[in-house]
Antibody, heavy 119, light 108 residues
Framework: QVQLQESGPGLVKPSETLSLTCTVS?????????WGWIRQPPGKGLEWIGS???????YYNPSLKSRVTVSVDTSKNQFSLKLSSVTAADTAVYYC????????????WGQGTLVTVSS | DIQMTQSPSSLSASVGDRVTITCQAS??????LNWYQQKPGKAPNLLIY???NLETGVPSRFSGSGSGTDFTFTISSLQPEDIATYYC??????????FGGGTKVEIK
């Protein structure tokens, strides 16, 4: 059974960098597919942030591209998100997910982690 | 970006009712559309992919149809466990994946 688990600080100060890691179990990232991050502000809808292929190629939401870095560490079976220059608008539940088609279909998701941006 | 417009934003129906949600894309996306269910406090769950294909393990009362710009998601007989918010999502316009605004389904 494929499982994903997000980890990282739950509180980030404005203007700093948000960093999260997703640990995958039950499937080897190096075997294929792509791996993505999606967020959901409290009480609002879903927003895709960016994804990374198992080969480490990346693609990002154009609206966030200047602030986002997604990377993969196949040796640890993890992938990571960095979002720079955060503001209160970046407060959200952040989900990691597997993109089974490597083109935008997310079949396995982590439970999500709430990140609050506040001083 | 391709905008995805879902309607209604919320609905209330009785157990056993047929429930229909629509999703309209701002441009032709062929059949590159998924439907997800999100229960309160939980991650989204993929129900339908490629507009009409039922994900493995998903009950057959869920279905999807449509192509181009107009799509429909149907619950043939609403069950209490179907209380959730449902989202459509297009993946025609990589790298700009976008979700609809969601439809909250409640029991009357």
């Amino acid at each position: 059974q494929v499982q994903l688990q997000e980890s990282g600080p739950g509180l980030v100060k404005p203007s700093e960098t948000l960093s999260l890691t997703c640990t995958v179990s039950g499937y080897s990232i190096s075997s294929g597919y792509s791996w993505g991050w999606i967020r959901q502000p409290p009480g609002k809808g879903l927003e895709w942030i960016g994804s990374v292929y198992h080969s480490a190629s990346t693609y990002y939401n154009p609206s966030l591209k200047s602030r986002v870095t997604v990377s993969v560490d196949t040796s640890k079976n993890q992938f990571s998100l960095k979002l720079s220059s955060v503001t209160a608008a970046d407060t959200a539940v952040y989900y990691c997910a597997r993109d089974v088609a490597a083109a935008g279909t997310f079949d396995y998701w982590g439970q999500g982690t709430l990140v609050t941006v506040s001083s | 970006d391709i905008q995805m417009t879902q309607s209604p934003s919320s609905l209330s129906a009785s157990v056993g009712d047929r429930v229909t949600i629509t999703c309209q894309a701002s441009q032709d996306i062929s059949n590159f559309l998924n439907w997800y269910q999100q229960k309160p406090g939980k991650a989204p769950n993929l129900l339908i992919y490629d507009a009409s294909n039922l994900e493995t393990g998903v009950p057959s009362r869920f279905s999807g149809s449509g192509s181009g710009t107009d799509f429909t998601f149907t619950i043939s007989s609403l069950q209490p466990e179907d209380i959730a918010t449902y989202y459509c999502q297009q993946y025609d316009n990589l790298p700009a994946l976008t979700f609809g605004g969601g439809t909250k389904v409640e029991i009357k």
